[in-house]
């Protein structure tokens, strides 16, 4: 399985993208401990929203959708909005 997530960053409010073959739990943890340079300047950091994929190419497209224009005001949508991970 394959995984795109989207974690919230407690200290700032912003929004990573990321795609995994990892549980996404397991990335959470290593996200929090700095894992590069980004999350460790944001950390901490929650998950808020997961999907799973049976395919590589699938999630690391859904995970550039995320980045793009329409793709950043549905992360908005899912992230505040909706308050997913609250």
Same mark, same amino acid.
């Given at each position: 399985?394959?995984f795109v997530?989207l974690?919230k960053?407690?200290k700032n409010d912003?929004t990573?993208?990321?795609?995994? /073959?990892k549980?996404v739990?397991?990335?959470l943890?290593e996200h929090n ?5 980004w ?17 590589k190419q699938d999630?690391l497209?859904r995970?550039k959708?995320?980045? /793009?224009?329409?793709?950043k005001?549905?992360?908005?949508? !899912?992230?505040?909005?909706?308050n !997913?991970?609250?």
């Amino acid at each position: 399985m394959f995984f795109v997530y989207l974690l919230k960053s407690l200290k700032n409010d912003k929004t990573y993208v990321g795609s995994t /073959s990892k549980s996404v739990g397991l990335r959470l943890v290593e996200h929090n401990f700095g894992s590069n340079k980004w999350t460790s300047a944001n950390k901490p950091f929650k998950l808020v929203y997961y999907e799973s994929f049976y395919c590589k190419q699938d999630s690391l497209h859904r995970e550039k959708f995320f980045k /793009s224009g329409v793709g950043k005001n549905l992360k908005k949508v !899912i992230t505040e909005h909706l308050n !997913i991970g609250e």
